[in-house]
C-alpha cells in the first residue's frame, strides 16, 4: 500500500462529511490506507464531542506527519472556516473555504506530497451561490489539472462500474449533447483507465443503447444506428473490445453484468440508477482521465441526517480504500 497519506477534502460543512470521516478513521485497523482532512481542526472536534464519537483530532503541518499520528488521532490540515457550522443548515460564507480545500488537494496530490485526492460531497447550490462556476466535482477537477485533461466520471463497486458519457445536464440537453465523438473519448478514456488503474490487461466495454431497446431498428428512434453504433465501430478499430448498442433494461442484471468489465452509458441516471440499487452504501465515485487519482462516496451531503449520528461511512471507506489501490497501481506503471 502507497505510503503517502491521500488527501480528504472538508465537503460540504453542513453536510455529513466531518462525519463519516470521523466514523472512517475509527475503522483504521480495517486495511484503511492511511488519511489526513483538509478541514477546520476545532469543528472536527466539536463534531467528535457532539456525535460521542472517540476521535482525537491533531493539526498537522504537512502530509509527511500523516503516517505519525494516523494511528492516534485523525491528522487535520488546518484549513479554517470563517463561519459556525450549523448541521443541515448550508451558509455560503464557507462555500469558498470548500472549494480552497479542493484546490489544496490537488496541489498536494499533483506535487507528490499526497497520493490521491479523496473528495467529501459538496453541496452544488451552495458553491454556484459565491460563484462556482463548475456542474461538479468532476468538470472542477478538470479545470484544476489544466493541460489536455479530459474528466470522466465512473461509478463503481464491487459488482459494477458504469460510466455516463453526458452527465450533470438535463435529459433533453444530454440527448442534445451525445456525439459518436463523445462516445469514442469517453469509452477509449474508461478502457485505459482500467488498464493502468484497475489493472484489467483487456478491458471489455458495453456500450448502452440511448433509446428504448437501443432503438429498435429505428422504431424508437434514429440515435442509436446514426451516433451510437458508428462510435462501436471506431473504438474496435482501436482495437477497443466494445460491444453494442445494448438495451439498457437488460444490461445490469448479474448474468449480463458478468461478461463486461464497464458499462458505458448515455446518460446519468441510465448509469447511476443501477450502481446505486446494487450497492447503496458502498459505490465510489471516481474520475478518470486525469494526472492525479480522485475518488469520492458514491452519494450527496445528506442534509436531513447531518448531525444525527446516522450517516454511514462505508461509501468514504470504500473510496479510500480503492483510491490507495489505484494510486499503488499507477506508481508501479510509472516505476514509482
Known sequence: MTALPLALTMGEPAGIGAEIALKAWTRRSENLPPFLIIDDTRRLADAAARLDLAVPVRGVRNPADTASVFGEALPVLH???????VPGHLDPANGPAVVAAI????RLTL????AAVVTNPIHKDALHRVGFDFPGHTEFLGHLAGGNARPVMMLACSELRVVPVTIHVSLAQAIHDLTTEAIVETSAITAEALRRDFGLAAPR???AGLNPHAGENGAMGDEDARVVAPAISRLRARDIDARGPLPADTLFHARARATYDAAICMYHDQALIPIKTIDFDGGVNVTLGLPLVRTSPDHGTALDIAGTGTAKE???????????RMADRRRAASGG
Not at 79 to 85: C, F, S, T
Not at 103 to 106: G, I, N, R, S
Open 103 to 106: 484546490e489544496t488537494a490537488v
Open 111 to 114: 506535487a507528490g506530497d499526497t
Open 205 to 207: 466495454l458495453a456500450v
Open 314 to 324: 462505508d461509501s468514504l471507506i470504500a473510496a479510500l480504500r480503492l483510491a490507495a
Open 79 to 85: 484549513h479554517r472556516l470563517p463561519a459556525p457550522v
